[in-house]
């Protein structure tokens, strides 16, 4: 691992933050009524938008990054989701409102993603004040 890179995991890596992301996981896992791998796609999107925060800060990507890995993680979770649930949601109680849903949290990550895409196009990778 770079050294920049390692200073910097290790500077953000507190017990606060540790604690933080078991307390959001616990929240899901209780919200979620125990579904493990909901539960875990939640943390791994959470882990994405931290994770770029700090590759932003160490390498000195540009801020249209994190619109950019939000949207392509969103779409990636939802999908990964909506292939574990049941194929007949519209079968059961409240199926119709589920699918609504997942259809608002799709059109919200494709726009996102598209927002990523055309600041990533106007701004470029690499931040203005990046060595």
Same mark, same amino acid.
């Given at each position: 691992?770079? $050294?920049? =890179?390692?200073a910097a995991l290790q500077e953000r890596t507190m017990l606060g933050s &540790?604690?933080?992301? !078991?307390?959001?996981? %616990?929240?899901?896992?209780?919200?979620?009524?125990?579904?493990?791998?909901? &539960?875990?796609? &939640?943390?791994? *999107? *959470?882990?994405?938008?931290?994770?770029?925060?700090?590759? +932003?800060? &160490?390498?000195g990507f540009s801020s249209a990054i994190k619109p950019l890995v939000v %949207?392509?993680? %969103? *779409?990636?979770?939802?999908?990964?989701?909506?292939?574990?649930?049941?194929?007949?949601?519209?079968?059961?109680? %409240?199926?119709?409102? +589920?699918?609504?849903?997942?259809?608002? *949290?799709?059109? !919200?990550?494709?726009?996102? =993603?598209? $927002?990523?895409? +055309? +600041?990533l196009r106007r701004e470029g990778i690499w931040s203005d004040d990046a060595?």
């Amino acid at each position: 691992m770079p $050294d920049p =890179l390692h200073a910097a995991l290790q500077e953000r890596t507190m017990l606060g933050s &540790v604690l933080g992301w !078991a307390t959001v996981a %616990g929240i899901f896992w209780l919200m979620l009524d125990g579904a493990l791998v909901q &539960v875990a796609l &939640v943390v791994a *999107l *959470l882990f994405s938008i931290d994770s770029i925060d700090v590759l +932003r800060d &160490v390498y000195g990507f540009s801020s249209a990054i994190k619109p950019l890995v939000v %949207g392509i993680v %969103g *779409l990636a979770s939802i999908g990964a989701i909506l292939s574990l649930e049941s194929v007949a949601m519209f079968d059961e109680p %409240g199926g119709t409102w +589920r699918f609504l849903f997942f259809a608002a *949290l799709t059109a !919200a990550a494709c726009w996102i =993603l598209y $927002d990523g895409v +055309r +600041r990533l196009r106007r701004e470029g990778i690499w931040s203005d004040d990046a060595g």
